[in-house]
């Protein structure tokens, strides 16, 4: 088992940066992929990033060159670096994890192959 807690968000300005923390319990090593999925208020959750712990990485079409996922095995910790940060990002962002089960296993690319969320994280980005 595996819980996830977020932290880092709040209230940032336009075109400022904020770095969301995933913290995670148990071991690093049980887990393919991480997520981090945002929802805004009247919208679905999505994807903003995504990375196998081999190293593959996917982000969305509306963060890229913005956002960064990164990982330190040593603390258990997920983060998302996000910067130049728009009215548009602001969302409830959640960290998951989906279990490693075999090697082979591909990035997880939607929410329901996640195994594991944390409660989430507010962002507003507002002037």
């Known amino acids: 088992q595996v819980q996830l807690v977020e932290s880092g968000g709040g209230l940032v300005h336009p075109g400022g940066s904020l770095r969301l923390s995933c913290a995670a319990s148990?071991?690093?090593?049980?887990?393919?992929?991480w997520g981090w999925y945002r929802q805004a208020p009247g919208k679905e959750r999505e994807l903003v990033a995504a990375?196998?712990?081999?190293?593959?990485?996917n982000y969305a079409d509306s963060v890229k060159g913005r956002f960064s996922m990164s990982r330190d095995n040593a603390k258990n910790t997920v983060y998302l670096q996000m910067s130049s940060l728009k009215p548009e990002d602001t969302a409830v962002y959640y960290c998951?994890?989906?279990?490693?089960?075999?090697?082979?296993?591909?990035?997880?690319?939607?929410?329901?192959?996640?195994?594991?969320w944390g409660q989430g994280t507010q962002v507003t980005v507002s002037s």
């Open positions: 990375s196998t712990s081999g190293g593959s990485t």
């Open positions: 998951a994890a989906e279990a490693l089960i075999t090697i082979w296993q591909p990035l997880a690319l939607t929410a329901a192959k996640y195994d594991y």
């Open positions: 148990g071991s690093m090593f049980s887990i393919n992929s």
